[in-house]
T-cell receptor, first 112, second 114 residues
Framework: SQQGEEDPQALSIQEGENATMNCSYK?????LQWYRQNSGRGLVHLIL???NEREKHSGRLRVTLDTSKKSSSLLITASRAADTASYFC????????????WGLGTSLAVNP | GAGVSQSPSNKVTEKGKDVELRCDPI?????LYWYRQRLGQGLEFLIY????????KSGLPSDRFSAERTGESVSTLTIQRTQQEDSAVYLC????????????FGAGSRLTVL
């Protein structure tokens, strides 16, 4: 099935640094969502950006969306060890908001 | 309930046995999804239920896999004659239909087939 792509696949940074993850997708979307997963268990929704939005903030999270390039980025500022997790993007396709199309995820390690 | 509840959280079984995994979605969420996630991999869509509509079974990998949902409540995913390649975390999620389709996930059921 069609999937988004995230890069990098893995990222290792020091506490206090910023972490940037990217997501690309292939079809027109209704919205794009970012989720976080700790230790291979349930995912938690972080932030949603609609197709008519270009940037959104939530606490230390900043998401951008470029529909012309079909890409999004997630920036985590002033990272903490507790931010260590896998981060997934998911797109809700325009005209079909049932299935989410998932990326393969970025594994982030924040070293104390 | 307050969240999506899955059981069992861990299941170890022998090859060839049948297993049943349960998901209790958030009350009022009409949409329910099952995903499979192998170690270190992304989410693999299995099946989608929405209200009383026919489920979207397009992601089920073989006829050994089946799922049921009664109305808008509990769902069960059944794997018959388990194989070692079925070992994975099985994630259930629910959402409100018609909105932005933000999913709430359960903690998952980790299946190990020996």
């Amino acid at each position: 099935s069609q999937q988004g792509e995230e890069d990098p696949q893995a990222l290792s940074i020091q506490e206090g640094e910023n972490a940037t993850m990217n997501c690309s997708y292939k079809t027109s979307i209704n919205n794009l969502q970012w989720y976080r997963q700790n230790s291979g268990r349930g995912l938690v929704h972080l932030i949603l950006i609609r197709s008519n939005e270009r940037e959104k903030h939530s606490g230390r999270l900043r998401v951008t969306l470029d529909t012309s390039k079909k890409s999004s980025s997630l920036l985590i500022t002033a990272s903490r060890a507790a931010d260590t997790a896998s981060y997934f993007c998911a797109t809700v396709q325009a005209g079909n908001n049932r299935k989410l199309i998932w990326g393969l995820g970025t594994s982030l390690a924040v070293n104390p | 309930g307050a969240g999506v509840s899955q059981s069992p959280s861990n299941k170890v079984t022998e090859k060839g046995k049948d297993v049943e995994l349960r998901c209790d979605p958030i009350s009022g969420h009409t949409a329910l999804y099952w995903y499979r996630q192998r170690l270190g991999q992304g989410l693999e869509f299995l099946i989608y239920f929405q209200g009383n509509s026919a489920p979207d079974k397009s992601g089920l990998p073989s006829d050994r896999f089946s799922a049921e949902r009664t109305g808008e409540s509990v769902s069960t995913l059944t794997i018959q004659r388990t194989q070692q390649e079925d070992s994975a975390v099985y994630l259930c999620a629910s959402s409100l239909v018609g909105g932005a389709n933000v999913l709430t996930f359960g903690a998952g059921s980790r299946l190990t087939v020996l």
